[in-house]
């Protein structure tokens, strides 16, 4: 069992950064995959970003390469993404998520856990 919770999320502008931290519970978190997706109103989760268990394998969307990095530190059981350059249709709740195999899913399904969600809101 792993549990998720994220936090950093606000209100910037178009061009601003933010920093999403995701902070993970269970001894066997360096086993995990880890995603961060978003969802807007309306609008199917979308996958961003994963990265692999040790940290040396990452997928992005491709609207986001060269803008977002996600990162992971195991002694601290936590995984971030930052974002840069962030525009205004990035608005959305971002989740965290975990999952106990080797490869990068991209798919919500493939990730059985979930955090609450953190809101992003990048003003014009």
């Known amino acids: 069992q792993v549990r998720l919770v994220e936090s950093g999320g606000g209100l910037v502008q178009a061009g601003d950064s933010l920093r999403l931290s995701c902070a993970a519970s269970?001894?066997?978190?360096?086993?995990?995959?880890m995603g961060w997706f978003r969802q807007a109103p309306g609008k199917e989760r979308e996958f961003v970003a994963t990265i692999n268990w040790s940290g040396g394998s990452t997928t992005y969307v491709n609207s986001v390469k060269g803008r977002f990095t996600i990162s992971r530190d195991n002694a601290k059981n936590m995984v971030y993404l930052q974002m840069n350059s962030l525009k205004p249709e990035e608005t959305a709740v971002y989740y965290c998520?975990?999952?106990?195999?080797?490869?990068?899913?991209?798919?919500?399904?493939?990730?059985?856990?979930w955090g609450q969600g953190t809101q992003v809101t990048v003003s014009a």
């Open positions: 269970g001894r066997t978190f360096i086993s995990y995959a």
């Open positions: 998520a975990a999952a106990a195999i080797a490869v990068l899913p991209t798919e919500p399904g493939e990730y059985p856990y």
